[in-house]
Structure formats: structure tokens, C-alpha cells
């Protein structure tokens, strides 16, 4: 949008607005709504994508439902065992991980190097390195360890099978646990992505408020005040609570009605406190959505066995390069 020439910085705004503390928002929201050491946006409902799982599909196999898999091992041993069969058929799979570019670059962060930049730079992209690689095999080996079903995953198909019980764990947004709570026939546990190697890590989502740049003054104005209104601690709280996403901003945390609310749904602070190892959104990119396309092409090319990690790794990085510098980047 900035490239586009499409919107305003908001520092004036900021600066003249004692009412709102830019520095009460989130750090890991924040990165993505600054750049050129300018705040561009206002974090509205933000997400990172969390491990849901199905506390009585634990319990019905021996697992604790109050432990959930920490790490990438335990993710395959539990789903080893939370798989179930009739015949050759499986009625329930251990866990399902939608093919969606923003999913998998968790992975890449858990396995040690984010596939965006992590500062200021929209020409960086880096899906051909060893923990790219490793964690697209990572994500072949759920499926070929039985685990997983095999091929692409739908987003909207992970929540649908985990509501009806087919799938015992899914990984998907915060923004989805309203509906998961209100629609699963069974208790819904939420916990953090497990670890890889690097440790945790998230890859930050969700939508920001901007301001145009080519409309009148008082547009602009009345645009500000709409903003201010939508973050306020209280209205951002229950937009957080009515839809499962993140508030942004630590002052929503500690008044009602999000302070009642998360005490009495602990899965609701989950996404919450797992921003402490969540880094800046990718892609925060030139051709930020032909590189969307390109790495879940590449994602869909290793699920269905059609290339190796590696090939697919090498075969994306090269069509994202190619995009990036018709959007002149000067790369290496």
C-alpha cells in the first residue's frame, strides 16, 4: 500500500492524540504496521494461528488432556496415537495443518529462520534456506507418517473436521476459537505451536486500520476518530471476546470485559501469550501476494509428493525473486 502510494503515515495523528499510547500495542502486531520509521497503521484484530486439540479424544486414547504436545516429536507421537481406523479407512486423523503460506511459516521460525524479513526490508524473502526446507519436510512427514491426510488441506476444511471429531488437532488462527468453542461437541484445549529445533515461534496475522491518502482532510480526519473508537480498551476487548481474534493492546487485558472474560476462558489468552516468540507477518513484501501464491504452490508441491522440499524450495525462491525484481529489488 505504501508502494501503491495508497495511504498516510498516522505519526501526525499519533503525536496530536494524547488519548492513545501507540506503545500500549503489542511489539509483534506493531512491526508490520511500521516501516520507513513510520507507523502506517493501527493494529485492529490480530491473530497468530494457535494448536487446538480435543481434550476427549486425549483422554479416550490415555493422553492427559491437560498436556498438550510441546515440541514437533511429541505432534507426531501423539497423533500417532490419536489416529483412528476402521479398516484401512481413517475416521480420525491426528492432526490436520492447513496448506496456507501464513501456517507455514511457523514452522520455518520454529526451525530456526523466518522466511520474511524480520526488519525493514520489502524486498526480503528466504523460502530456499536449510529451515525452510526442513520445515516443509516436516510437514510431508506428518502426512507420511500417517497422521495427517495426504494432499493440499483446505482452510476452511481443518475447523469443519475437528467440530465433527475427525480431526483430534488442527492448527489454525485465534480468530477461529469463538467458533470452535461454541460449535465442538466436546472441550476444546488450546495451546502454543510446539516447538521445533529454534524453539516456539508464531508468524503474526490479522488486519490493521489505514488511512487513505487521496481523500479530503476532513475524511482523513473523521477516519481517525472512527479508529480511535474501534481501539478503545473496552470496544477492542469485546471484539476480541464476540471473535476469538487477539486485542491488540495490553490496557484491553486488564478491564472488563476481556479481564472477566479470560479468566473464565483461559483459551482465549493462548494467542495472547504466545506473542513473546511471534515475529513480524510475512510477506512484508513487494508482490507481497504473487509470493502468498508462490509459497503455498510450493507447500502444495511437497503435500502431494509431486516435488522434493528441496526442489520445491529452490523452484519457489527462484519465482519469488523473479517477482521481487520486477518490483525493483536489487538482489544478489
Known amino acids: 500500500m505504501i508502494q501503491l502510494e495508497g495511504i498516510i503515515p498516522l ?22 504496521n511500521i516501516a520507513d520509521g513510520q507507523v502506517w497503521s493501527i493494529p485492529w484484530q490480530r491473530s497468530t494461528p494457535i494448536l ?6 486425549f483422554a479416550e486414547v490415555g493422553l492427559d488432556p491437560e498436556t498438550p ?11 500417532k496415537q490419536l489416529v483412528v481406523k476402521d479398516g484401512d479407512n481413517v475416521t480420525r486423523w491426528g492432526v490436520e495443518v492447513p496448506t496456507s503460506f501464513w501456517i507455514y511459516a511457523n514452522f520455518a521460525i520454529q526451525a530456526g529462520q523466518h522466511i520474511g524479513s524480520l526488519g525493514d526490508d520489502p524486498c526480503a524473502v528466504y523460502l530456499n534456506t536449510p529451515e525452510a526446507i ?13 497422521i495427517m491426510p495426504d494432499g493440499a488441506v483446505a482452510w476452511g476444511t481443518a475447523p ?38 529454534a524453539g516456539y515461534g508464531a508468524n503474526v496475522g490479522g488486519g490493521n486500520y489505514y ?6 482532510k476532513e475524511r482523513q480526519d473523521a477516519a481517525w476518530e472512527f479508529i480511535r473508537w474501534m481501539v478503545r480498551p473496552e470496544q ?18 486488564e478491564v472488563d470485559p476481556l479481564k472477566s472474560y479470560a479468566a473464565e476462558v483461559p483459551q482465549a489468552s493462548t494467542a495472547r ?34 516435488l522434493s522440499p528441496e526442489d520445491a524450495a529452490a523452484a519457489a525462491q527462484e519465482r519469488a525473486n523473479d517477482v521481487l525484481t520486477q518490483n525493483g529489488c536489487e538482489l544478489e
Open 134 to 146: 526442513e520445515a516443509l519436510a516436516f510437514l510431508r512427514t506428518l502426512q507420511t507418517e500417517g
Open 69 to 79: 504436545p510441546a515440541t514437533w516429536d511429541e505432534l507426531v507421537e501423539f497423533g
Open 160 to 197: 469443519a473436521d475437528f467440530i465433527a471429531g475427525a480431526s483430534a488437532m488442527i492448527y489454525h488462527s485465534t480468530g477461529s476459537l469463538s467458533t470452535l468453542l461454541a460449535n465442538s461437541p466436546f472441550e476444546v484445549g488450546t495451546a502454543f505451536m510446539p516447538a521445533g529445533e
Open 52 to 57: 487446538y486439540y480435543n481434550k476427549d479424544a
Open 211 to 216: 488511512i487513505m491518502k487521496d481523500i479530503d
Open 273 to 306: 501469550f504466545q506473542l513473546p516468540y511471534a515475529v513480524k507477518e510475512f510477506p512484508a513484501t513487494y508482490g507481497g501476494q504473487e509470493i502468498q501464491v508462490i509459497t503455498t504452490q510450493a507447500i502444495e508441491a511437497v503435500n502431494t509428493g509431486e
Open 236 to 253: 477492542i476487548g469485546q471484539w476480541g471476546i464476540d471473535s476469538g481474534y487477539v486485542a491488540p493492546r495490553n490496557a484491553a487485558w
Open 11 to 32: 505519526d501526525d495523528y499519533i503525536a496530536s492524540d494524547e488519548g492513545l499510547d501507540i506503545n500500549d500495542f503489542f511489539e509483534a502486531f506493531m512491526a508490520n
